[in-house]
DNA sequence: AGGCTCTAGGTAATCGATTACACGAGCTCG
DNA sequence: CGAGCTCGTGTAATCGATTACCTAGAGCCT
């Protein structure tokens, strides 16, 4: 492949000024041209390795996302790559597969890389890597989950409002022995999401007892279904289930399904994450929708600002409760 | 952060020593350990952008994936990273979003980081790039889609044996009046697909007329559900239904349920990629499976042997048909 | 005309690694 | 005992770009 140096010879003009031209720096029409014509005649295309050793900038950010087979995270990266895209970055993104040991595989090699930022979704509660990459000086935000300890801005949905309409929802419809599914014991994500529910409950004088909560063993289809199989083997029932991660939820169905049991009649379901599938379900799930897309896209300018010297803290978008039929009554509208 | 001339410094040796211990060349016992020992002080970690720039390897590949939000995809993309993860290789996931300027965007990019390798399942009927990634000399593997004119390996499944299985189980339980969805016209596999099903439906003595074959207007949930509102609309309706894609499937799904068709009662409906949820639809989804990640796995071995300048050509997997109940009578068991 | 500024463009250092080549020390062997 | 090895290590070239610094000439002023 053609380098500077044929540019160059061909143009008849030293490297620094091909280097120039391509720059857009200082280079005036009639040199300019002929360095043009030999970049088109001889198909050069700046060597980015080169570029990135001498300037120190790559042009690539790192994504590690958690579950990359999980449709929100999906969606997540998807959002993330758009922007990132937009603003002339590159992504290379890891799949954790909710295992910390591969999470901090990945996130050596991207520091091995010199990638200009790093944004992490993090497995688990975090990793030593996670330290090392603050310690390491390369700017770092955290994306829909929190790490504890480790100093760096994070942008993820805020649950309140919508678990205060969900609360109200559930009331409204007389549900009043309610249950959750949430994430292993121990991650934020999954404290922070009992206590609003447990909170926005209260508030409509309707108690979360302790054996109406279930930590699920994964965040996975089977964790989902072995959970929502313990809460249906309870003395008294939960006539409403929130199931706080989609694919949980559709683990939670099958059970309800193999069970013979209706949705909502029998139970109401509800599930965090909007996924497009949830509207075609039968019934359609009503779901607490975190702003995917907008998360990826905020997330993405916050670590720009980070990369760029300028001041940025963590950003809470709010999430909303979307009603379709799982818990009765089809909305008014 | 501490550069081999640190090390090299701290250790009391030349840099030549420190690239020898690191990449375990020469070096022996006593100067090795100094080396070491100043390595793990220091943390230092070798840059990778200065080794490629020398080594002219940059121990990355590039996947252009034609649409990561599509679950199968996701799926192929998830293994690919796998496996090259594995070999020592990392990932750099493009996705077209079925959008060939943002794919040509992708690959240029890609080639511009000097990737050592790249895949590409194309999205559209393939693109110039394409073209120049192959004149550029780096190793091309296509996976999933075949590009008519790119001379490159291509990795995908063989649907023959699932359609002869399909055409059998569709004449078995009496569907005389089949149609089919596929890919907006002109796809290679659009078409073979469409080839397949009807050779084998031809053994059967069933015919599949131009009018019950609707290509999409997009691999997505709309193309889909607008094509089965055609076919549904055909003055003899058809009894069984081909989606030759999973989002197009949950399209034509929705459709049917719009107009209150049941499945498989009034109109059987089969869908191509085994995605998870289909077997918790309503009911569970008779599909052809592709070995999905195996593809993923092959492609990427496919594509190793051609960056080792090993021979290295096409390979076809044989996807099956799995049956469930969307076509009538629960498979025996 | 001499001196000044300004601009275009060349020369060479630099980024951080790998590696060809050279050199000296310690062996073996005739 | 010295020629010839092998082995470990250092010196310096190299990969392909960017950029600080310098030079030459043009234009302008007094």
């Given amino acids: 492949m053609a380098n500077i140096k044929d540019v160059a010879e061909r143009a008849g003009v030293s490297v620094a000024t091909v280097s120039r031209v391509l720059n857009g720096h200082s280079p005036v029409a009639e040199t300019r041209e002929r360095v043009l014509a030999a970049v088109r005649e001889l198909g050069y295309r700046p060597n980015n390795v ?6 120190a900038r790559t042009g690539a950010l790192g994504l590690i996302i958690s579950d990359l087979t999980n449709p929100f995270f999906t969606e997540l990266a998807d959002a993330v790559e758009d922007e990132a895209r937009s603003l002339g970055y590159s992504l290379i993104i890891g799949n954790a597969g909710e295992r910390p040991e591969q999470q901090d595989d990945h996130i050596r090699t ?11 979704s993090s497995a688990g509660t975090g990793s030593a890597m996670l330290g090392e990459v603050v310690g390491s000086g390369t700017p770092l935000v955290l994306l829909d989950r929190t790490v504890p300890g480790i100093d760096a801005p994070c942008v993820r949905a805020d649950g309140r409002a919508a678990m205060t309409d969900l609360a109200a929802h559930l009331a409204a419809l007389g549900r009043r022995r309610p249950a959750i599914i949430v994430a292993p014991a121990g991650t934020p994500t999954g404290d922070e999401r009992l206590d609003l529910f447990r909170t926005a409950l209260a508030a ?7 054996e109406r909560v279930g930590a699920a063993h994964d965040l996975q289809h089977t964790g989902g279904r072995r959970v929502m199989s313990d809460l249906l083997d309870l003395p008294q029932r939960p006539d409403a289930v929130l199931a706080t991660d989609n694919l949980m939820a559709l683990g939670a169905m099958d059970e309800l399904k193999a069970r013979g049991l209706r949705v909502p009649d029998d139970v109401a379901l509800v599930s965090y994450d909007d996924v497009p599938w949830f509207a075609h379900t039968d019934p359609p799930l009503t779901v607490i929708a975190q702003p995917t897309r907008e998360l990826g896209r905020v997330a993405v300018h916050t670590l720009l600002a980070r990369i760029e010297g300028r001041p940025a803290g963590s950003v809470l978008l709010p999430a909303r409760l979307v009603t379709r039929r799982s818990c009765g009554e089809p909305p008014a509208h």
Avoid: F, K
Avoid at 110 to 115: G, K, P, Q, T
Avoid at 204 to 210: A, K, V
């Fill in 50 to 55: 080169a570029r990135a050793l001498r300037t």
């Fill in 110 to 120: 991207l520091l091995d890389r010199r990638i200009d930022g790093l944004l992490v």
């Fill in 204 to 210: 409509h004088g309707i108690g979360l007892p302790d």
